[in-house]
């Protein structure tokens, strides 16, 4: 009998476990649902998850994006430094978004919650969002250090005991240029881990438990050895990897040692370039975050997120170094770098398991912030008109990059998980109008398997005024890398209408008349692009994504005049290659 | 003679038929013909009139809903279809939102557009968010389309311009230009298929409306002459996805709105019980082969939701599909049924679906060569089904193969038993059912406190009691004739239409004379629908407005008065979205200013109101005889113990049995868990209670 026991204890401790995943996920709806910022609730750049009284997390909402996943499992812990669980109490709420105890940039709000059972604190619920505007310079690369990049908020209490903190909000309010906005996502927030703790102490009830500690201990154990037998299927070695971005001043070379231990994967970031004077550094928790994303895509990507699954990966930072920014170094658009590292995780393990990992893609997301109206154009220029005040964030992206059996994926977020907003709700908010979003020809790198296709978006203000964008873009000097023969993705672009070619990072002003044309990159394809399926090669030929010419000149294929594949040509030019 | 009245539901596998005459019901099942699934539909109606004894003339009324349109997409067997849209967006069905559905997963596959990239034809053309024309259409490069459109053999056109829904002149004008120089091809208008924001929904809608536009036109066409040849002249209404009736006009012009019909019809089954027994709110679970549904249900009538995703790649992934933005019922599809299969995941988790062994091979317990243990391999190895009297013993049950395949599969890799491994089996599917359901809940704003779960379909009744314990509900009932609950459900379905535009504006600069002239266009459009095929009878109008605090992402539906709005209204409809998000999200945001998005009109037929049945004086309830006692392993405790086994069609009213207990039928068993007391009522369904 005593084996049955135990055996059902098991399947119960299983069942639990599915339910914890479940209640983290609940919370992250009721965040989507009810958030105020764009980012949020049509973009979802969130995550939500539920930690053990150690600041260990247990399990975190599928919902989300990576760059959240292990920077706020970190920072819990220092929630807890400043408040001990002892001095928590019902209706408490934490928040910070200070970027080096949370996801790593001011436009990030972080806030913990504790849930109480029967009286007695049993857990803690935490959630990260990105928020539309949180005062300073906003969302770009411009400031010099993190004082010009927004209102830095302490880890505080943003709720005492059920009672809003009114002189928190107040500064909140005034500091920002979308007060209502800000203040209904922090709101939400605070909902979202209420919901969540109303969840699991029914969850309690039901499975009559007092504590969360045995089930944590059975997550953790069970994610640690999975992880471990994972990645016991990797080649043991040393493996290397670089990649650039176009950087602010200059370009930036982000290197990894990468090696596969018995019961670790330790990367180290030596021979990465030093800080930049510009908000495109990296705090360490960040780093760490999309190192982890990476390498977790390709050796463990069933494996749900908790602190066990996550600890055997390892990075060891230099000081000084572009990843490893300390305070008070400008960290606005860490993620034009920070998106990079999947890429080189990636490159790296390649060398382990050629079979599992994709070529290099866009990337880096093409956020362009836009601003008009009297913050760029002044209160008056003479006569001529100003567009009304706005400012708003779209999320773009080029394509991802070829992968072992299938093409990239055309225009589509990765490693970001976030979601673009229709056209038609953009211009609903503000009054630019984009002239062109559609797939960029000849973009995507050739290859046996090709690079996902950029795209193209050309955006104006109504009646053509002047407007600004505060750009953050990357993989205009450094196109995206093919593997195995694979060729580049095509490089992005960032020009004027007018033919003025703008710079990758910065505030720039678009004048009157003229329109922010936008090319992103294409992911790079993978293998020798001659041994290509033909017939994938007419059809991308047909569908306007690939040029004829480029059908012939790097695919080695010849079509006929009705866009068919010319079988005998065909063969005679791939003999002569 | 009295009138009759007929309900034809095809599925995938069975075409299922019901007719009511007189308060009499007669039902038939024959297989789907899928080249021409009227000659199915044909057959049973033969079959059907012959056993009810009615002539075809007798029949005054004939209800159809049918899954064809929702098939034809996810086989990709529409008709050649191309796409004519603004310069400069001609990828904004194949961009979507640019996301992935699966984080971690490198190898996903993004649905194929409907429509390929050569297909999508871009004309100069544009207007801004309040349709102001800044760029005229170039109406030289529309007919400048025409000989490629002719040379591709493009059977259906679908028109889908930027902020068309706010002023539709430029797809009129590319409609009419179409018109003329090819008049025989059909084409969706995006300002006609679905006039609401957002792009991606409003272009996917259309696109998919012209897919299906030509064969499901021709197919109801020849349905029509084959039942007038029959001798059935009463006209035809089809079954939306929005749980109304319409026309066979309506429904050739916008075919898309009957995709689900069939699940619709489940829901309405269940909304019909409910109202029957006086349920105010329920819980429709429906448990099939392989999957299962649940949908909500208040006041008796079933949720509704505006947007809906078809032909999923990623199994039952949300955002692996094609959007739909129609009025749907809103239901969650789990990949959970009896055929759903288990493994044990790398973290020597149990997990079970949405891998399916179907209907062949089916569960290894069905010996025709399934290797894996599904649902119902664990369900027969606890002891919950006799081998041989499963689906009214038309399929023998091998218990030898079901536990084999449980050890190999499951218990093996835990160290579990085959029962113990069941045990895991049956807990994690009703667990994943429940979270399922609880999130969906959540989403929706509600809760489970007080709600009755309404279970049928071969494995609803199995799992209703441990669905119910999880979720919370402590109530169940089990109606009768649930094997063709959705045909039933046509016959309940009122005649409606919905109709849904968007106009936006905020609460601060609320335009009533605006608002009141386009609810009045709304409500005329309805009507004119309804109209048809209402035959003089009494109608009510709902009107609701989805808005949402200024700047947040999901608007809730407020429900406004039916009356010509004054500016007096404007706090009243205030005072109620305060209401609807406090009921939503706890905690209102002082200060902030509320949008409008959109409005939707909704005319219907009055549902007859129907008495609950009468209770008896407790004293009158006997306890049910059972016909013998089988050993059930139940899944809460592990514990082993005889249950007892009733026969459903020897149950009389007003019986009551106590749980734990098994009562069979042909379609399916109710399991009664330890804790439940079950009492057959005045209709013949079995309410399960469980105890305080």
Not at chain 1, 75 to 87: A, E, R
Not at chain 1, 469 to 476: G, H, K, L
Not at chain 2, 528 to 546: H, I, L, N, Q
Not at chain 2, 558 to 571: H, T, Y
Request: hydrophobic share 40%; glycine share 10%.
């Amino acid at each position: 009998m005593s084996h049955e026991t135990n055996a059902l204890a098991q399947i119960h401790r299983q069942i639990m476990w599915n339910r914890l995943i479940a209640v983290v996920e609940e919370q992250a709806q009721i965040m989507i649902r009810t958030a105020f910022s764009t980012t949020v609730r049509e973009a979802g750049d969130l995550s939500a998850g539920i930690f053990d009284l150690d600041g260990r997390m247990m399990a975190q909402a599928v919902t989300g994006t990576p760059g959240h996943v292990n920077s706020m499992a970190e920072s819990v812990g220092h929630f807890l430094q400043k408040f001990p669980i002892n001095t928590m109490r019902p209706g408490d709420h934490y928040i910070t978004n200070d970027p080096w105890l949370g996801t790593g940039h001011l436009h990030d709000l972080t806030v913990v919650t504790p849930a109480f059972h029967r009286g007695v604190i049993v857990g803690l619920f935490a959630n990260t969002a990105h928020v539309i505007d949180i005062g300073g310079l906003g969302m770009g690369p411009e400031g010099r250090s993190v004082f010009e990049e927004g209102m830095y908020i302490p880890i505080v209490k943003c709720f005492d005991q059920g009672k809003p903190n009114e002189t928190f909000f107040d500064f909140m309010r005034a500091g920002s240029r979308l007060p209502v906005e800000l203040e209904g996502d922090i709101y939400s927030l605070c909902a979202c881990n209420d919901a969540g703790a109303r969840r699991l102490v029914e969850m309690m009830d039901e499975f009559e438990m007092t504590s969360l500690q045995p089930l944590a201990q059975f997550i953790f154990d069970s994610s640690y050895r999975a992880t471990l037998a994972e990645i016991a299927r990797i080649p043991r070695g040393t493996y290397t990897g670089e990649i650039y971005s176009d950087g602010y001043e200059e370009p930036v070379r982000l290197a990894a040692s990468m090696e596969i231990l018995e019961d670790r994967i330790e990367v180290d970031f030596a021979g990465t370039s030093g800080l930049s004077s510009r908000g495109i550094n990296v705090p360490p928790a960040y780093c760490r975050a999309y190192s982890c994303f990476g390498i977790k895509c390709v050796v463990a990507p069933e494996i749900p997120n908790n602190w066990a699954s996550l600890a055997p990966f390892r990075m060891k930072i230099p000081e000084g170094c572009i990843l490893n920014a300390p305070r008070p170094y400008p960290v606005s658009v860490r993620h034009v770098i920070g998106h990079l590292l999947p890429d080189l995780m990636m490159g790296c393990l390649h060398q382990a398991v050629p079979e599992r990992v994709t070529a290099e893609g866009a990337s880096a997301l093409w956020n362009p912030p836009l601003r008009g109206g009297g913050a760029v154009s002044g209160q008056s220029r003479g006569n001529k008109p100003v567009i009304a005040d706005f400012e708003i964030i779209t999320f773009n992206s080029g394509g991802t990059g070829a992968r072992p059996t299938l093409d990239g994926l055309n225009a589509t977020a990765f490693p970001s998980g976030v979601r673009t907003m229709p056209v038609e709700a953009t211009e609903n908010v503000a009054p630019v109008i984009l002239w062109r979003k559609e797939l960029k020809p000849d973009s995507g790198g050739a290859g046996r398997t090709r690079g996902g296709v950029g795209q193209i978006m050309e955006i104006a203000t109504k009646g053509d005024l002047e407007f600004a964008v505060n750009a953050t873009f990357d993989r205009v000097a450094h196109a995206p890398k093919g593997r195995e023969s694979g060729l580049e993705g095509a490089a992005g672009r960032v020009t004027q209408k007018s033919g003025k070619t703008l710079r990758t990072k910065g505030f720039q002003v678009i004048p009157d008349g003229d329109r922010l044309i936008l090319e992103l990159p294409g992911g790079a394809g993978m293998g020798d692009p001659t041994t290509r399926d033909p017939a994938l090669v007419a059809r991308d030929v047909r569908d306007g994504l690939v040029s004829a010419a480029n059908a012939r000149a790097l695919y080695k294929v010849a079509l006929t005049d009705a866009l068919a594949v010319d079988e005998p040509e065909t063969t005679r030019i791939r003999l002569h290659t | 003679m009295q009138s009759a009245r007929l309900a034809v539901d095809i599925g995938g596998t069975f075409t299922d038929l019901a007719l009511e005459q007189g308060g009499r019901r007669t039902t038939a099942k024959v297989l789907t013909t899928p080249a021409a699934p009227e000659q199915g539909v044909m057959e049973g109606f033969q079959t059907i009139i012959r056993a009810a004894g009615v002539a075809p003339s007798d029949i005054e009324l004939i209800i159809h809903g049918t899954t064809l349109a929702t098939n034809a997409v996810i086989e990709r067997k529409g008709a050649r279809t191309a796409l004519i849209t603004t310069e400069g967006f001609r990828d904004v069905i194949a961009m979507g939102n640019e996301s992935r559905y699966d984080q971690y997963d490198l190898n996903i596959v993004l649905p194929e557009p409907l429509v390929p990239r050569y297909l999508r034809l871009p004309v100069p053309e544009r207007l801004d968010n309040t349709g102001k024309v800044l760029r005229p259409l170039d109406e030289a490069a529309v007919l400048a389309l025409i000989p490629l459109l002719k040379q591709e053999n493009v059977e259906s056109i679908a028109v889908g311009l930027l902020h068309a829904f706010v002023n539709p002149v430029h797809e009129r004008r590319i409609q009419a230009i179409l018109r003329q120089e090819l008049p025989d091809v059909p084409v969706s208008l995006s300002s006609e298929v679905s006039p609401e924001m957002r792009e991606w929904e409003r272009f996917s809608t259309t696109v998919a409306n012209a897919y299906v536009q030509p064969m499901m036109a021709r197919y109801l066409r020849r349905l029509e002459s084959d039942l007038h040849a029959a001798g059935a002249t009463a006209p035809l209404f089809l079954m939306m996805s929005g749980g109304g009736l319409t026309t066979i006009e309506t429904a050739c012009r916008f075919p898309i709105r009957l995709v689900e019909s069939g699940p619709a019809g489940g829901a309405i089954f269940s909304a019909h019980i409910a109202r029957e027994c006086g349920l105010d709110s329920v819980l429709s679970f429906d448990m099939g082969g392989t999957t299962a549904k649940v949908c909500l249900i208040d006041g008796y009538k079933p949720q509704t939701a505006r947007t809906f995703e078809v032909a999923r790649v990623g199994r039952f992934r949300k955002g692996s599909g094609l959007p739909l933005r129609i009025p749907v019922i809103e239901m969650v599809e789990i990949g959970a049924g009896g055929g759903s299969i288990a493994h044990v995941d790398t973290m020597g988790r149990i997990g079970v679906g949405p891998e399916s062994a179907g209907a062949d091979p089916g569960p290894a317990c069905y010996g025709r060569g399934g290797m894996h243990p599904a649902v119902t391999d664990a369900n027969l190895s606890l002891g919950r089904y006799d081998p041989s009297r499963f689906a009214g013993g038309s399929i023998k049950l091998d218990a030898g193969a079901a536990r084999d395949a449980l050890l190999a599969d499951v218990g093996a890799k835990l160290g579990l038993t085959a029962e113990l491994a069941a045990l895991g089996v049956v807990e994690m599917v009703d667990e994943n059912m429940a979270n399922a359901a609880r999130v969906h809940a959540i989403e929706s704003g509600k809760t489970y406190e007080g709600r009755t779960l309404i279970a049928f379909g071969g494995g609803g009744p199995v799992h209703a009691c441990r669905v119910a314990e999880k979720v919370g509900i402590n109530r169940v009932l089990v109606p009768s004739g649930a094997g063709v609950g959705s045909a039933i459900g046509f016959l309940r379905a009122p005649v409606g239409y919905e109709v849904v535009r968007s106009l936006y504006q905020r609460f601060s600069t609320f335009d009533v004379a605006a608002v009141n002239d386009l609810l009045e266009d709304m409500r005329s459009e309805a009507e004119a629908a309804v109209e048809k095929g209402s035959f003089g009878a009494p109608t009510v109008e709902t009107r609701t407005a989805y808005m949402r605090y200024v700047g947040q992402g999901h608007e809730i539906p407020v429900p406004l008065p039916n009356q010509v709005l004054g500016v007096e209204d404007i706090a009243l409809i205030r005072e109620r979205y305060d209401e609807q998000y406090a009921r939503f999200f706890d905690r209102p945001v002082p200060g902030s200013d509320v949008e409008i998005m959109s409005y939707a009109v909704v005319v219907t037929t009055v549902t007859a109101e129907v008495e609950p049945p009468p209770r008896p004086d407790s004293l009158f309830t006997t306890e049910a005889t059972p016909v013998r006692t089988q050993l059930v392993r139940d899944t809460t405790t592990g514990a082993v113990s005889p249950w007892a086994i009733y026969d459903r069609a020897s149950l009389v009213p007003w019986v009551t049995i106590a749980g734990p207990a098994i009562v069979t039928e042909d379609e399916t068993s109710t399991l009664i868990g330890p804790g439940w007391t079950a009492m057959v009522n005045g209709l013949g369904y079995i309410e399960l209670t469980r105890d305080a």
